[in-house]
């Protein structure tokens, strides 16, 4: 009986080690790629986008070492700059690893578009604005989903109809311009002080100009807070 029982533990350790020496094969890890994006999908269904992938093939003949917890499964980069990102796959424990897949995908929704010839400088209304089904991530300088980024902002220079709106096509419009008079404040805890000045420069919100103080005659740098208003530090 010592010896039958013996034999069962030593076919069962056997067993469990064949099996983890087996690792990590491709199967699973495609398997976790294809899970992480079918839960990416699904989540931009929810937004309005369909999404479509391919995790393409591995080497069946991959093995790397067994992971006792779940693959750890995330892009490498941003997947809406581009139809061919990479994931990165992980495993977290005792003997980590990680490796990249390429994959592709292709995220397709409405994005922005110029309904007509723009010329640079001209401040974007809602008619010069329209919305068209596009690859969204084809776009490598990222396309503008939402019309609300861009009214009242300007071109940076001129497109034709049917240009996809990016980030780098627009810019603020100046909230201050150069001759403008503006108010100087100067701010300290609950303490402040304010003076009249001249814009030296055109500058959007938020951007630092330099200001003439129309009652010391000095040149100061300030920070545009809003239209004719300016900030520096006491």
């Given at each position: 009986?010592?010896?039958?029982?013996?034999?069962?533990?030593?076919?069962?350790?056997?067993?469990?080690?064949?099996?983890?020496?087996?690792?990590?094969?491709?199967?699973?890890?495609?398997?976790?790629?294809?899970?992480?994006?079918?839960?990416?999908?699904?989540e931009q269904a929810k937004e309005g986008f369909s999404v479509t992938y391919d995790t393409g093939r591995l080497d069946a003949r991959l093995s790397l070492a067994p992971c006792k917890n779940p693959l750890s499964v995330s892009f490498?980069?941003?997947?809406?700059?581009?139809?061919?990102?990479?994931?990165?796959?992980a495993c977290?424990?005792?003997?980590?690893?990680?490796?990249?897949?390429?994959?592709?995908?292709?995220?397709t929704g409405d994005a922005m578009v110029a309904a007509r010839t723009l010329g640079r400088g001209e401040r974007l209304t809602e008619g010069a604005i329209q919305t068209d089904s596009?690859?969204?991530?084809?776009?490598?300088?990222?396309?503008i989903t939402s019309k609300d980024q861009l009214i009242g902002m300007e071109m940076r220079r001129g497109v034709n109809a049917g240009t996809v709106f990016t980030a780098d096509l627009v810019l603020a419009p100046a909230a201050i311009e150069r001759g403008d008079h503006v108010i100087i404040s100067a701010h300290s805890g609950n303490f402040s002080v304010n003076s009249?000045?001249?814009?030296?420069?055109?500058?959007?919100?938020?951007?630092q100009v330099l200001v003439e103080n129309l009652s010391s005659s000095r040149t100061v740098r300030a920070r545009v807070t809003g239209p004719g208003h300016v900030?520096?530090?006491m």
């Open positions: 009986m010592r010896i039958t029982i013996f034999i069962i533990t030593l076919l069962m350790s056997t067993f469990a080690g064949a099996a983890l020496a087996t690792g990590t094969t491709a199967e699973q890890i495609h398997s976790g790629a294809e899970r992480f994006l079918e839960t990416f999908a699904q490498s980069g941003d997947p809406w700059t581009t139809t061919q990102p990479s994931l990165l796959v977290e424990g005792g003997r980590p690893w990680r490796m990249f897949l390429p994959v592709s995908v292709t995220i596009v690859i969204v991530n084809s776009i490598r300088r990222g396309a009249r000045g001249k814009a030296l420069a055109s500058a959007g919100i938020g951007e900030e520096i530090p």
